[in-house]
């Protein structure tokens, strides 16, 4: 990175393989069992959103099976959720009920690739007091969104609906 920009990390997010629940796949552990399946990818090789190809190829596996291309996180989770399609997406958007009770995470045991989201600014410039209030808010919401997800649920398990279910009642 240039010398005069600065970056602050805001969030890690390791990816993860999904399926729709009740997927016969769900339970796969290696890539080399999702060989046939139909990928939905949220963006061209080589950029964040289509990673798979990258964890296929280090896998020593030919290309996923593209079935389609999207614009976006909720579009690619609304296909997976309605098809048999699978998708990789980050770890962390698995936290929010709106995945979690429609998606399944593939316990994937292979390598995956891992993103941060950071914040860049200019380092020999102050920012302005709008931008310095942006950052500070990103900052704060990502600092709370950090304390608050629990680990992604590998099993695909739904959430436990009781304090002290199977899993302990955790998040």
Known sequence: MD???EA??????EMVVVARRGHPLA????????AGAR??????????GAGIFDAFERAGLPPPNVELHTDGLLDTAAVVAGSECLAMI???????GLLRERLAIV????WLPAYSVCLLR???VPPTPAAAALQAWFAREAAYFNTQRG?????GEPPSSSPGGEDGGAP
């Open 3 to 5: 010398a005069a920009f």
């Open 122 to 124: 200019r380092g020999d």
């Open 27 to 34: 339970a796969a552990t290696r890539l080399k069992g999702l």
């Open 39 to 48: 990928f939905v990818v949220g963006a061209p090789r080589g950029q964040p």
């Open 151 to 155: 680990p992604a649920r590998p099993t």
């Open 107 to 110: 316990p994937i045991e292979d």
């Open 8 to 13: 602050q990390t805001l969030i890690d997010s």
């Open 90 to 96: 980050p770890s962390t958007v698995m936290h929010t």
